[in-house]
């Protein structure tokens, strides 16, 4: 029904074009769901933006047919692609806080769209719109539609998109990520309806997304994207099963599996980011072994809570207090990574900066080692935890200052804790340092605007490093990176907790992720522990009716797929 | 990369925006032209040997009976119009950077620390901010200009009426930088480098100075223009009003309220010509700020 044929897109800029996607092929049947999977930067989204006819200036089509049926849709003057555009082929987008519109009740935002494409009285419309929500499961549909976006959640906010989608009963839509922004229990449902759809009422699905494990669950057939090219396309279970890309490959090993744990991921391209010399950072390997650094540390929480006051709605009277943290308790072994799971809200990023001191807690205590670890009120910036302790952020885009260069960020833990005092020596050992965690030494006299994500956090990773941590925070460290760079940068992850010893806090959203990284594992849910205990049994054994759940939503791949 | 293209891309819209090129070649040319103006201009204004009474109000050139020395014409005391003015924009333009410098740092200091801090030291700063925005600039300008006149014995005070007036003009303008400063500031905090440093044990004043305000250059820069002109003008009000500088060392302003008494007379040129000047200097000023608020804006492009 869609047929896509050697489309090319370019955008010019001051150096010339460049192209976005080239060459690219797809076809789509009714009721297919096809998956378009690759990196950030592959293309994916310029190809759905080409199909429905909104590429971002200056950007423009260079060669190619699209055809839509018997629709050209190249041909189309813009007044006939807007009449085709939400008429016969509508759009998901990634965030529903942002495509809805937040002054509209949903009522009203759905009406306009019917009545836009389709000549029907404001009765009629408002019908259609009830019969659409209750269609995609929002439950007392009648009611609900007199409400703002903000008073759904997010999951039900996604739906009503997706309503929105299908007001006017759509041949095709393309959907953009639209999983991406949810929880696992939430994707797992919105992930339903869209197979559902394509089922039910014969729509054809364009699924643009990174995550394979989405594309494995739901997708009919699938083509992968690398720098704007198409590599291989097919049946799902073909192309991801049996893949004959050596791209494809790599990118299957670099999936983390959930039902058992890899002592390393396999990366057989480990071409354009690390860049393995002959020392790797022997320098710097000594001199982090030398010093006090031998026997690891562990760290205990004991009935951690954390309140935070409400917004105050009255005068008189005292605001509700929120708790994030309701009587944490937990000990890290020495020695070894704690993965640290939960949705979103769950508290995980709340406990980590209890711990770093930069909020105070209500109630509790910490210890790291055999001491105490004051709370962030009386805990001085020279008490030795501050460097004992360190943090990996998850963006690795805000957490290394734009302004800096990468020597004077990697200086800047030597020089603070006064682990080196010579500034020549400091230079020397941040370039063993970088070359330790696999980036070229001439990084030091770059910004880091001038990396991509992966290297970014290589670097953030080297700067916890260099400051000769025990224990090291890892909030999130890899779910802001593409597949490929999150196995490059867990692998090197484990690399250094071996060799130096580290105790690891490992925090993510992903079960996976957590599997393959942690030795015990904790599972939070709205600031309570639900289920704590050593990985392996809480993964093939877990207690928890809530750790079920989550283990049975994340998507996962059929064992027989694995190619190793 | 993207510094780098960045930095191509301010050259490269520079050079694509005819208004920029005018507005930098006036502004580049009025300050080269003041700073070394005892070298360029024709008489010294502030030695009454250099000029004569008989060369007394003689129109510029493309008028009758003017005289080619005089490009522009001549004052009532024959003084050089084209000398006069370098002279102005001089003190004009000395007094406006120096009021911008001071209220820069004061202004990015108070805004660093309160968006820093924030809490009671915030709240009390702002306030004090709030306060000072109700107040018209011109009336803070005459109210430091009033009270050094009381306190300072009559002989100090001509020695010290441009520091004065700078101080005036500095704390009526310091708002701008410390608001900006501190809605930046707020921004930053939030990022995880700011976290990151506090979690490792920094001294505050490091992380505002040489973490936090590198991030925040391009807004203040932006503002430093902006309120260079604005200082340029306010100096120019006050000195027309007669409590700015005085007629014996005169800037844009005072030449300005000179020019007045001959606009009646015929003399046009004694009012017009210092007026349009300082109107080309702020607008090229303004244009320019416009042009640099583009560059670190690209959203608004």
């Known amino acids: 029904m869609l047929t896509i044929k050697d489309l090319s897109v370019k955008f010019p800029s001051r150096f010339g074009d460049v192209t976005a996607i080239e060459d690219v092929d797809l076809k789509i049947r009714p009721g297919e769901i096809h998956g378009l999977v690759g990196e950030s930067g592959a293309g994916k989204s310029t190809v759905g933006a080409a199909v429905i006819g909104l590429i971002s200036t200056p950007g423009y089509i260079a060669k190619g047919e699209i055809t839509l049926g018997d629709t050209d849709l190249r041909a189309l003057t813009p007044e006939q692609a807007h009449a085709v555009r939400g008429d016969r082929i509508s759009m998901i987008f990634q965030d529903p806080q942002t495509s809805l519109n937040p002054l509209m009740t949903v009522e009203d935002q759905l009406i306009e769209t019917i009545q836009t494409h389709s000549a029907v009285s404001y009765a009629e419309a408002q019908n259609r719109a009830v019969d659409l929500l209750e269609e995609i499961g929002i439950k007392n549909a009648a009611e609900r539609i007199k409400s703002y976006p903000h008073q759904f959640s997010g999951g039900m906010r996604q739906r009503v998109v997706i309503a929105l989608a299908l007001c006017t009963d759509p041949e095709l839509i393309i959907a953009d990520e639209p999983t991406t922004a949810l929880d696992v229990a939430v994707q797992q449902q919105v992930l339903d309806l869209l197979r559902d759809l394509a089922d039910r009422r014969n729509i054809a699905f364009l699924l643009i997304t990174h995550d394979i494990g989405v594309i494995a669950q739901i997708a009919d057939r699938v083509t992968v994207m690398r720098n704007g090219k198409t590599l291989e396309s097919g049946e799902t279970a073909q192309v991801l099963g049996h893949p004959q890309h050596p791209y494809t490959v790599a990118l299957m090993d670099a999936v983390p599996p959930l039902d058992h744990k890899i002592p390393r991921f396999r990366l057989p391209v480990e071409d354009d980011i690390a860049v393995q010399s002959k020392t790797k950072g022997a320098d710097a390997k000594a001199w982090l072994l030398a010093g006090e650094q031998t026997a690891p540390t562990g760290l205990s929480v004991n009935n951690l809570t954390m309140r935070f006051r409400g917004t105050r709605t009255s005068l008189w009277q005292k605001p509700d207090s929120f708790t994030a943290l309701d009587d944490v308790s937990f000990t890290v072994r020495p020695g070894t990574i704690m993965g640290l799971v939960g949705e979103s809200g769950s508290g995980k990023s709340t406990l980590a900066r209890v711990l770093t001191g930069l909020l105070h807690p209500s109630a509790g205590e910490m210890t790291l080692g055999d001491a105490n670890l004051p709370p962030a009120k009386q805990r001085s910036r020279h008490h030795p935890s501050r460097r004992l302790m360190q943090m990996v952020f998850q963006d690795p885009y805000s957490s290394l200052n734009a302004r800096h260069k990468i020597g004077a960020i990697l200086a800047e833990p030597l020089w603070l804790y006064g682990l080196v005092n010579d500034a020549k020596q400091r230079r020397a050992l941040a370039m063993a340092m970088l070359d330790l965690v696999g980036m070229p030494a001439d990084s030091i006299d770059k910004y880091p605007h001038q990396f991509s994500g992966g290297q970014r956090q290589r670097i953030a990773v080297a700067r916890a490093i260099l400051a000769r941590p025990k224990f090291l925070i890892c909030d999130e460290p890899t779910s802001a990176l593409d597949v490929s760079i999150q196995a490059q940068v867990l692998n090197l992850l484990k690399d250094l907790q071996a060799t130096f010893g580290l105790t690891i806090l490992f925090i993510t959203h992903n079960m996976s992720v957590a599997r393959q990284m942690a030795d015990d594992m904790i599972v939070l849910r709205n600031g309570k522990i639900e289920e704590t205990g050593p990985s392996e049994a809480l993964f093939s054994k877990p207690a928890a009716p809530y750790t079920r759940t989550l283990l049975k939503l994340t998507p996962k791949m059929p064992p027989e797929w694995r190619t190793a | ?301």
């Open chain 2, 1 to 301: 990369m993207i510094a780098l293209l960045k930095r191509n891309e301010a050259v490269w819209l520079f050079v694509h925006s005819p208004a920029a090129i005018i507005a930098a070649v006036v502004a580049i040319a009025i300050i080269l032209g003041a700073a070394f103006a005892p070298w360029v201009a024709l008489v010294d204004p502030y030695d009454l040997s250099s000029f004569s009474l008989f060369d007394g109000l003689l129109p510029p050139v493309w008028e009758d009976g003017a005289n080619p020395k005089y490009l522009l014409g001549t004052d009532d005391q024959g003084r050089d119009m084209i000398s006069s003015i370098l002279y102005g924009a001089r003190l004009s333009l000395f007094i406006g950077l120096a009021a911008m410098t001071i209220a820069t740092v004061l202004g990015v200091s108070l805004g660093l620390a309160a968006g820093y801090y924030g809490g009671r030291f915030d709240a009390i700063v702002m306030r004090i901010a709030d306060v000072q925005l109700a107040l018209p600039a011109i009336l803070t300008a005459l109210l430091i200009d009033g009270i050094a006149r009381g306190l300072l014995p009559a002989d100090i005070q001509q020695e010290l009426r441009v520091w004065v007036l700078t101080l005036a003009i500095a704390l009526s303008l310091w708002v701008n930088f410390a608001r900006t400063a501190r809605a930046s500031t707020l921004v930053q905090m939030n990022k995880d480098y700011v976290q990151a440093a506090i979690m490792m044990g920094q001294r505050p004043i490091r992380i505002m100075f040489v973490h936090i305000f590198p991030n925040i250059l391009g807004p203040l820069l932006v503002i430093m223009t902006v309120d260079l002109a604005s200082a340029i003008l306010l100096e120019a009000t006050l000195s027309f009003l007669g409590i700015g500088l005085p007629a014996d060392s005169p800037s844009l302003g005072t030449l300005i309220r000179i020019g007045m008494q001959f606009l009646l007379s015929g003399e046009w040129w004694i009012l017009w010509i210092p007026t349009l000047f300082l109107v080309a200097l702020v607008v090229s000023i303004n244009v320019l700020g416009d042009f640099l608020r583009d560059v670190f804006n690209p959203r608004l492009r």
